[in-house]
């Protein structure tokens, strides 16, 4: 038996974050969340399959992480979310290589499919 991929969740609303982790464990993912980039970055441990993150959060914003992770060789698949519809932000976290961009709200079918894909492919 193997254990199911981890997806990191970093998005400092609690209940969404909350409400995500408990979508991927329903989905059969194990999930962990973290409230900022920086609580995320302090507990790299290699166990992460994906990361999905929020672009606005208090302190480093999540494409800043992004950034961060490419320059320190992270290559994991990194699914973005965002409040709003704005093609630059789109534009900047594709440019980094992120698989999927979810403007809020999203269906819960969209983000795992997203998911899948970022398994499929890390």
């Known amino acids: 038996m193997h254990a199911e991929p981890v997806i990191s969740i970093?998005?400092?609303d609690e209940s969404l974050r909350t409400a995500l982790i408990g979508l991927l464990r329903a989905a059969g993912y194990s999930g962990r969340g973290f409230a900022s980039a920086e609580e995320f970055l302090a507990v790299q441990d290699g166990a992460c399959a994906?990361?999905?993150?929020?672009?606005?959060?208090?302190?480093?914003?999540?494409?800043?992480?992004?950034?961060?992770?490419?320059?320190?060789?992270?290559?994991?698949?990194?699914?973005?979310?965002?409040?709003?519809a704005d093609p630059t932000i789109a534009d900047a976290a594709r440019a980094q290589g992120v698989l999927c961009v979810l403007?809020?709200?999203f269906e819960a079918d969209q983000l795992l499919d997203c998911v899948a894909r970022a398994l499929a492919a890390g």
């Open 10 to 12: 970093v998005e400092d």
């Open 50 to 84: 994906c990361v999905i993150t929020d672009v606005r959060l208090p302190g480093e914003s999540g494409l800043d992480m992004i950034g961060r992770l490419r320059k320190l060789g992270y290559q994991r698949p990194v699914i973005v979310i965002t409040a709003g």
């Open 103 to 105: 403007t809020k709200p």
